[in-house]
């Protein structure tokens, strides 16, 4: 397991860091800035990117007074970056990845890795072969996975058997099923996600139609991985387009299930999805449950948390806020370490490969109706 522990950030060097588009909701580049090491020099693009792309890039350029450069390749030549910030469109993930690697940066990059598992192996061959740093963005370091990691590390429970998370998301995404009307067209995935952007409800944004398995399945896939330290060797899943019309018509799931095994023989299951803001109060159901040979852990990822009502509280602000959280700084103080020492990152290329493959073979097995082998 890698140690979650943080380190002492005095006297290091600053890293210059090139964000190659940022076109969500900017949270990965804010994270990074977030630790004092980090510090965001350009934003860069292809010019031949739509404007909407060149917009949201240019926002994000004035607000932290730095230069938006339409040149990937000029901008990590000449602003001495040493960290590409990868969060463009998921299906440019890689490819921007790539590009830095090849220039030598280490990367923070969005999830998901990619929606195609060959674009994951480019990458990972790239990382080994450059001998630079990957980290691909998750919450293995809330308070709850960090407390599980560590009550684990002692054999609290003694060995792990048998894992399973909900990651149920409560949050919209457009009209619900059912609501399109005989004679209106489908909703296109990318106009419906660039108008989705401005509340906030928008999901996996790029051209391609990507269901919640694909988008949130990292966040779930990473707990495992985090905690049990083995890959999937096989996966059987279930998929349904059950809250959202925008899934129904763009042929994708916003809810799913899996049952996995470990190569190390542990026995697993997810449930994910997107299940809209009336199924829950809050942000969502998202519960890790472990049994091992001595006992069992139960762990909510919202705790801890504080709840705060008070007059006039708009009626879609969360009443439960979580507490004590630095989860954007571990995460950047683990990938200091990694630039510093060598050692792996929470997270890595191969790791971020490994779950890629996973939702990979789940999707496949949620049509062919088989248990599937992860490649």
Not at 87 to 100: I, K
Not at 249 to 261: G, H, I, K, P
Not at 298 to 309: G, Q
Request: hydrophobic share 40%; charged share 25%.
């Amino acid at each position: 397991m890698n140690s979650l522990a943080p380190s002492a950030s005095t006297n290091r060097p600053v890293y210059r860091c090139a964000v190659l588009s940022v076109v969500k909701h900017a949270y990965v580049p804010r994270g990074v800035a977030a630790h004092p090491q980090f510090r965001l020099v350009v934003v860069a693009d292809d010019p031949d990117q739509p404007d909407w792309v060149h917009q949201r890039n240019q926002e994000f350029a004035d607000e932290w007074n730095i230069p938006y450069v339409c040149d990937v390749d000029r901008a990590l030549r000449e602003y001495g970056a040493t960290v590409a910030v990868v969060s463009s469109e998921a299906e440019r993930h890689c490819g921007l990845s790539l590009r830095a690697i090849e220039a030598g940066l280490h990367v923070v990059q969005d999830k998901p890795m990619s929606n195609r598992l060959a674009d994951c192996d480019r990458v990972v061959e790239a990382v080994r072969r450059r001998g630079v740093q990957f980290l691909l963005w998750n919450r293995n370091f809330l308070p709850g996975l960090v407390h599980a990691h560590e009550l684990l590390a002692r054999g609290e429970i003694g060995v792990v058997q048998s894992i399973h998370v909900d990651f149920y998301f409560a949050k919209d995404a457009g009209p619900p099923r059912g609501s399109r009307q005989p004679g209106d067209s489908p909703i296109d995935w990318l106009t419906f996600q660039i108008a989705a952007h401005a509340d906030g409800s928008d999901g996996a944004i790029g051209r391609d139609p990507l269901g919640e398995l694909s988008n949130e399945g990292i966040y779930p896939l990473g707990y495992i991985h985090l905690l049990c330290g083995a890959r999937v060797r096989q996966v059987f899943a279930r998929t349904a387009a059950h809250f959202h019309q925008v899934n129904v018509d763009n042929q994708v799931e916003d809810v799913a299930t899996m049952s996995l095994v470990l190569e190390n023989g542990v026995t697993g299951s997810v449930c994910v999805g997107r299940i809209g803001n009336a199924a829950h109060p809050e942000i969502g159901e998202i519960k890790i449950h472990i049994v091992g040979t001595r006992g069992a852990l139960v762990i909510s990822e919202a705790r801890p948390e504080v709840a705060v009502y008070y007059r006039g509280q708009p009626e879609k602000e969360f009443k439960h806020r979580r507490v004590a959280i630095d989860l954007d700084h571990r995460l950047l103080e683990n990938f200091r370490l990694a630039i510093e020492t060598g050692s792996p990152t929470v997270l890595d290329a191969q790791a971020g490969r490994d779950i890629c493959a996973t939702i990979q073979a789940a999707l496949k097995s949620a049509v062919s109706g088989r248990v599937e082998r992860v490649v």
